[in-house]
């Protein structure tokens, strides 16, 4: 591990402005993927700000009915919410589903939406890698690419976002706060993350200054028939091959409100509008939800090692929904 310098922040302005005047700094909340970026050496902060002191941890109502979630609020404060759990459950199970309750108890909020892929050819600093080394290639293309994007990929690079978290936020039109040095701005989450097909080694649109300080959800009744879905290759604290976010509402039988969320699909959390539309004054039953996920997954392109995948994602679209439809304790 490469020497670096360390500083805590006591504010917003103050981090910014470390951030701002320092080259080569990372802020440091968590740490729970960054301390492994630094030890594999794929990451070489010249400076850590750490931001852990600063007041980013509350929970809060919004008049509308939705939440304000702080920035450094820890991931196992968030699934344990009673306002997240009664109001967005489909946020608290992805939480749960994301990881160990000892790394829960570290991660951060924004973190988790920060997280870098974990694509092994990334992680390794001898395969082509172009999110590590623009120009360098993608080792995935022609290798074992199981885990890797089937859909928004480019020949850049297939690797899939890792975050269960950001999935479900997708799902409810979730909008980050953001703190920079020419000040506060709101970005919604559909817009935070870039497409691999630009520079692939910048996964959101945020400069190397600008801090996550807060998550809105807008308030959104639906969401309390929702549920998150992971399909994985073990049970527990596994990246997931396919995921689902969904928040349901049925009126007379038929679809009056769908939104869905996908992820280990694509280079961020996917939000499924064409299913979205295809659910809409549909009956809510079985075949109009293959339907919807059949239209959503027409463009997917599946490579050697994960051609299963659009398979996978349309049937985990279909399960999901059917939960959502399914009267508790009924088989």
Known sequence: MRQFSYVAAADVGTAVDLMTRTPGARYLAGGT?????????????????????????????LPDGGLRIGALARNSDLAASPLVRTRFPVVAQAVLAGASAQIRNMATTGGNLLQRTRCTYFYDL????????????????GGFNRMHAVLGAS??????????????????????????????RRITLAELYRSPADPPDRDTVLQPADLITAIEIPGLPEAVNSHYRKVRDRASYAFALVSVAAVLRVEDNEVAHACLALGGVAPRPWRAHVAERELLGRPAIEESFRAAAEAELAPATGREHNAFKPELARRTIVATLRRLTTPAGAS
């Not at 794929?42 to 852990?52: C, F, G, K, Y």
């Not at 001898?126 to 293309?141: S, V």
């Not at 850049?156 to 975050?163: D, K, L, R, T």
């Open 33 to 61: 993927n960054l301390v492994d970026l630094i030890r594999e050496g794929v990451e070489q902060p010249a400076t850590l700000v750490d931001i852990t002191s600063l007041p980013l941890t509350g929970i809060e109502d």
């Open 126 to 141: 001898a395969a082509a890698c172009n999110k590590r080394e623009p120009g360098a290639g993608c080792a995935a293309l």
């Open 155 to 184: 020949d850049n690079c297939i690797a899939v976002h890792p975050s269960d978290l950001g999935v479900a936020l997708a799902a409810l039109d979730a909008v980050v706060e953001v703190a920079g040095p020419d000040g506060a």
